[in-house]
């Protein structure tokens, strides 16, 4: 396995994502900086990757001593000057092509000549990112999966910009903390989202026509086609307004009718109905 050229990861954004993009590059031994716009934000990060990491000491596969010294490869920032050396920035903000389009652009002005940006977007072309840097031959997608420190997929999308020698070294990084890289075409929704976020649409389609409750929808998918979550679960879990962001970005991008958004879906963002991190989407959570 080729070991990657990458020492010094920056991590743009400590929620969900952002917080077990962290973790993994921590746990196998790189040194992290996790930036947010708060301190408050960055700490709610820290917690999570703390929890998260005493769950595997509970389940014996990790010890006190290794997560010491994971944490101990963690740093925090508020702002993105604090990247300034790192090898590799690891954008994971919200899923809004002009947020993301304006930390490219600012990275882009304070990294070092040869440090590599890549995005955890879902769904967004890696080429416009591209195209909003002087540097689009080193940005990359690294598209990861929830939860980040259990699933092993990680989708590498290639811009049409983007070089060989930086496919190379993000791969062996997404080798080194082990994950499984796929390369992917740069695409509307790429691969899995391409195919997920599709099933997981028709499914609010059934829950609004009434053909069935969520909880019988779920069922049927989980005893039917032995999925380990429902579609409506996990729609839940990845946000539904993450879920209509792709689902849009399919539509829009391929101006094909059978991506339109389910008007439940919409109609439940207009609530504030987010799914677990609002305690409310398809099911309610504490």
Same mark, same amino acid.
């Given at each position: 396995?080729?070991?990657?050229?990458?020492?010094?990861?920056?991590?743009?954004g400590?929620?969900?994502?952002?917080?077990?993009?962290?973790?993994?590059c921590?746990?196998?031994?790189?040194?992290?900086?996790?930036?947010?716009?708060?301190?408050?934000?960055?700490?709610?990060g820290?917690?999570?990757?703390?929890?998260?990491?005493?769950?595997?000491?509970?389940r014996?596969?990790?010890?006190?001593?290794?997560?010491?010294?994971?944490?101990g490869?963690?740093?925090?920032?508020?702002?993105?000057?604090?990247?300034?050396?790192?090898?590799?920035?690891?954008?994971?903000?919200?899923?809004?092509?002009?947020?993301?389009?304006?930390?490219?652009?600012?990275?882009?002005?304070? !990294?070092?000549?040869?440090?590599? @940006?890549?995005?955890?977007?879902?769904?967004?072309?890696?080429?416009? &990112?591209?195209? *909003? %840097? #002087?540097?689009?031959?080193?940005?990359?997608?690294?598209?990861?999966?929830?939860?980040?420190?259990?699933?092993?997929?990680?989708e590498?999308?290639?811009?049409?910009?983007?070089?060989?020698?930086?496919y190379?070294?993000?791969?062996?990084?997404?080798?080194?903390?082990?994950?499984?890289?796929?390369?992917?075409k740069?695409?509307?929704?790429f691969v899995?989202?391409?195919?997920?976020?599709?099933?997981?649409?028709?499914?609010?389609?059934?829950?609004g026509?009434?053909?069935?409750?969520?909880?019988?929808?779920?069922?049927?998918?989980?005893?039917?086609?032995?999925?380990?979550?429902?579609? !409506?679960?996990?729609?839940?879990? @990845?946000g539904?307004?993450?879920?209509?962001?792709?689902?849009?970005v &399919?539509?829009? *991008? %391929? #101006?094909?009718?059978?991506?339109?958004?389910?008007?439940l879906?919409?109609?439940?963002?207009?609530?504030?109905?987010?799914?677990?991190?609002?305690?409310?989407?398809?099911?309610?959570?504490?």
């Open positions: 396995m080729t070991i990657s050229s990458i020492r010094k990861v920056g991590v743009v400590s929620g969900t994502m952002g917080s077990g993009i962290t973790q993994a921590a746990v196998t031994g790189l040194d992290v900086i996790m930036m947010d716009v708060g301190e408050a934000q960055v700490q709610r820290l917690a999570t990757i703390s929890g998260s990491l005493d769950r595997l000491i509970k014996e596969k990790m010890t006190d001593a290794q997560k010491a010294e994971t944490l490869h963690i740093g925090t920032a508020t702002s993105l000057d604090a990247l300034a050396g790192c090898d590799l920035v690891i954008e994971a903000a919200s899923e809004n092509v002009d947020v993301k389009l304006k930390v490219f652009a600012d990275l882009d002005a304070i !990294l070092g000549p040869d440090a590599i @940006i890549a995005s955890n977007t879902s769904s967004i072309s890696i080429t416009r &990112l591209a195209a *909003g %840097t #002087k540097r689009s031959e080193q940005v990359i997608g690294m598209h990861f999966f929830n939860p980040v420190p259990v699933m092993a997929l990680v590498l999308i290639c811009g049409l910009q983007t070089s060989a020698h930086t190379a070294t993000v791969d062996a990084l997404a080798k080194q903390i082990g994950k499984t890289p796929v390369k992917v740069n695409s509307p929704g899995v989202n391409r195919m997920l976020c599709p099933m997981i649409n028709e499914a609010v389609f059934t829950l026509e009434g053909l069935a409750t969520a909880e019988e929808i779920d069922e049927a998918m989980k005893l039917g086609c032995n999925h380990p979550i429902g579609p !409506l679960a996990l729609c839940d879990l @990845i539904l307004d993450v879920e209509l962001a792709v689902m849009q &399919l539509y829009e *991008g %391929t #101006k094909d009718p059978k991506y339109r958004p389910a008007p879906l919409v109609e439940m963002l207009e609530a504030g109905y987010l799914g677990r991190k609002s305690g409310k989407g398809f099911f309610e959570y504490k």
